[in-house]
């Protein structure tokens, strides 16, 4: 490219973020009818935007995770009571609720005042406006972000690094940050990271790579860990859903031997138990029975 274009080009760019501050936002969400809403911050598209499909999980519906459910509930209630709070941070095996719970919480609390932002990875650099525009709200909010990791040459961690522990989040007492993940540390860890690793006085000193790394996910307060289900805990989900969408349907499960060995080569086929794999499973069979019902 011409070397001569490039302060024309800046100075174009220049004036289209200002004409493009000039240009009216999406409308304001409605808080007191709506609990949850996406933000949207591209180009001209951006502020919140209700939520479509809130998902309806109630608390009691997650089963066999009751130490992570039990902290993350008291970290919300001392919010909801404007008492300290940590931002959390979600992480482990998929399919084992991690996301399900955040939208539990929202269920459970939100005649509390309780509300739910979800933020895409890519719109973290929106941290400062999204928090401006909901710091003067009457309710608490929640940040939501989904299945968040970061690759190696990604940079835009370290928006969120700044957020979790600058002015941001210090200036506004009504925002939090819950955040899934199915790595702890957030970002990719390689064997190259450890060679600059030392042990001093018999204690170990990681390196620069590793130390970055992990500074991300040292900055939530809160970690809890969700691991693959071992058999009988993925049986009993099983058995709840299935329960659950036979009372749903006005019908009912006889739980026997049969059925349990056709969840268990469910899982196998997939492999891995977990509760979106009884979920899945408690579905099928729950409407291959209603189906051949109807046939009769």
């Given amino acids: ?6 302060p024309l080009l800046k100075s174009a760019e220049l004036l289209a973020n200002r004409l493009l501050g000039l240009l009216p936002d999406r409308a304001a969400v409605d808080w007191q009818a709506h609990r949850a809403a996406v933000w949207h911050g591209e180009g001209l598209d951006r502020g919140f935007a209700v939520h479509p499909d809130v998902d309806d999980i109630a ?56 509300r739910l932002v979800e933020v895409n990875k ?13 710091r003067e709200e009457p309710f608490r909010f929640v940040l939501f972000c989904d299945d968040l990791s970061f690759e190696a040459d990604d940079a835009s961690y370290k928006v969120l690094k700044s957020a979790l522990e600058g002015s941001i989040f210090k200036s506004s007492g009504n925002i939090l940050i819950y955040a ?31 130390e970055e790394k992990i500074s991300l996910s040292d900055r939530f307060g809160l ?16 058995r709840h859903w299935l329960a659950a969408l036979a009372r749903q349907h006005g019908t009912t499960v006889a739980w026997n031997d049969e059925l349990r060995a056709e969840a268990l080569r469910w899982a196998l086929a997939r492999g891995v138990r977990n509760g979106r794999t009884a979920q899945h499973f408690a579905r099928d069979w729950v409407g291959r029975q209603l189906l051949e019902a109807d046939g009769d």
Avoid: C
Avoid at 122 to 134: F, K
């Fill in 223 to 238: 970690w809890l860990s969700f691991h693959p289900f071992r058999q009988d805990a993925y049986l009993a989900v099983t």
């Fill in 59 to 114: 608390l009691d519906d997650l089963l066999q995770i009751d130490d992570q459910k039990a902290r993350l509930i008291a970290n919300t209630r001392q919010f909801l009571a404007g008492h300290p709070a940590n931002n959390a941070l979600l992480w482990g095996a998929r399919g084992t609720g991690k996301s399900s719970l955040i939208h539990a919480l929202l269920n459970a609390f939100g005649d509390q005042g309780l």
């Fill in 122 to 134: 890519s719109q973290l650099a929106a941290l400062p406006d999204i928090v401006g525009r909901l």
């Fill in 1 to 6: 490219m011409d070397k001569s274009l490039t």
């Fill in 180 to 210: 899934t993940s199915n790595r702890r540390h957030l970002l990719p860890e390689t064997m190259a990271d450890n060679e600059g690793a030392t042990i001093e006085g018999g204690e170990l000193h990681h390196g620069e790579a590793v």
